[in-house]
């Protein structure tokens, strides 16, 4: 019997088993290495003849339940946790791609992802193609013979800029390509990323999946969708693993080699944090469109960015792709960054931090954080701008949101109504 995503959510993919002494949730085994019954046993283990537990740097029962869990969440063939969310991103490309091999991408990613791709990863000859993801001519115009992936992200931090997943699948998949979605803000509760042709996705955990920023983490899905042996990279591996042939490669290389690995601790807390999933993100959507709609009301407020508005670009087609809710991130301009600034020093609930999909709602101003080493046409160019704030909303009550932001817009006034005087 087919269950609901909040029941598989606490139960897990084999509903009333038990952990040992019958505990309710997976134990934490917080520890390195496991013994074996005989030397044979062993060397099947490491040979990967044998399933088994050997080192905590490549597998350990407390993250494999997890990774079952999520797997069973998204309705992917298998999941690997890794430390983080750029530990996700980093595995699959490195998994994927090689000297010489290029990923078609769009300025309009996370700060950290652009300076993964363009600072750490292109000096080892990866070149990196950039693209418009709004046109899916443009992305099928930047493959060629020697692209590896395809990659984007669901919705865009902080441009709020939402693809059409189904026509840049469409796209690469004629070309032999995979595609890559980073669905961090979106989770399996909200995107259906196999429905839509996507073939790997990578999410940080650390955001709605923890509970509420409990712990780092991230998740790597393979929806089984792609025929590896397309991929150069892991013809081989497809040869000797057939659909398996990322995750071996992964799991048996890239991920074991960088070190890549999720702590125990880390995955139990993730692993309660999916229980509530459902529950959280569904009050952080609803937060986010109730406090986009009242900013957009506000003269103070120059624009607001969020695909659940029915002013945004992307509203039809966001609400097409995540039909459960439309995001927990919206962005908003004021007159500059002193404005900006202003706001968020006035805010007195609304906490002034990085990170998103906290229980806590969250504001920053990226152009001074996260992307802050880069330069003004930089910036300009992956659609980042002095004059906007990031808003990541959380569970709390939205009229108490929304008194805070009222002291934020107060304060803003004066800062106006001093530059007219």
């Known amino acids: 019997m087919s269950r609901g995503f909040a029941t598989l959510a606490v139960h897990g993919p084999v509903p009333g088993r038990a952990g040992q002494e ?7 085994y917080d520890n390195a290495a496991f013994a074996f019954a005989s030397a044979a046993d062993m060397q099947a283990a490491f040979e990967g003849r044998l399933a088994a537990h050997a080192y905590s740097r490549v597998s350990n029962p407390t993250v494999q339940a997890f ?4 797997a069973a969440l998204a309705g992917a063939r298998g999941a690997l946790a890794v430390a983080s969310g750029m530990a996700a991103i980093a595995n699959v490309v490195l998994a994927l791609g090689e000297s010489g091999a290029n990923v078609v991408t769009t ?5 950290n992802t652009a300076s993964l791709f363009a600072q750490t990863l292109a000096p080892w000859g990866l070149e990196v193609r950039f693209a418009d993801f709004t046109a899916p001519e443009a992305v099928a115009a930047a493959i060629d013979g020697r692209t590896c992936a395809v990659f984007f992200e669901t919705i865009t931090n902080p441009q709020m800029e939402v693809a059409d997943a189904r026509a840049i699948a469409s796209a690469a998949h004629a070309r032999g390509v995979p595609v890559v979605a980073d669905g961090t803000a979106t989770t399996p509760y909200l995107f259906d990323a196999k429905t839509f042709g996507i073939d790997v996705e990578v999410i940080s955990s650390t955001k709605y ?5 409990t712990s780092i983490g991230g998740v790597i899905l393979d929806y089984g969708s792609f025929d590896w042996s397309r991929s150069p990279r892991l013809a081989e591996s497809a040869r000797r693993f057939g659909p398996h042939a990322l995750l071996f490669a ?5 991920y074991r080699n960088l070190g890549a690995c999720l702590a125990p601790h880390a995955a139990f807390l993730q692993t309660l944090g999916l229980e509530t999933l459902a529950l959280r993100v569904g009050a952080s959507c609803a937060n986010a469109r109730s406090l986009a709609n009242w900013l957009e009301g506000r003269p103070e407020v120059l624009r607001v960015n969020y695909p659940g508005l029915a002013s945004s670009a992307f509203h039809a087609l966001a609400r097409a792709q ?11 301009d004021l007159g500059g960054k002193a404005e900006a600034f202003a706001f968020m020093d006035a805010l007195t609930l609304i906490r002034r931090a990085t990170n998103v999909h906290d229980n806590k709602t969250l504001i920053i101003h990226p152009a001074s954080t996260i992307f802050c080493d880069y330069g003004p046409e930089e910036r300009l160019a992956m659609g980042v701008s002095d004059a906007t704030l990031r808003l990541s909303t959380g569970i709390e009550d939205g009229p108490d949101l929304i008194a805070d932001l009222e002291r934020g817009l107060a304060a803003v006034a004066a800062v106006r109504l001093g530059g007219a005087a």
């Open 22 to 28: 019958g505990t309710l949730r997976p134990p934490v």
């Open 67 to 70: 990774e079952e869990r999520v």
């Open 107 to 111: 300025r309009h990613v996370f700060g």
């Open 209 to 213: 999946m923890s509970g509420g920023a």
């Open 250 to 254: 992964l799991r048996r290389e890239v």
């Open 322 to 332: 995540f039909p459960r809710g439309t995001g927990g991130i919206l962005t908003f």
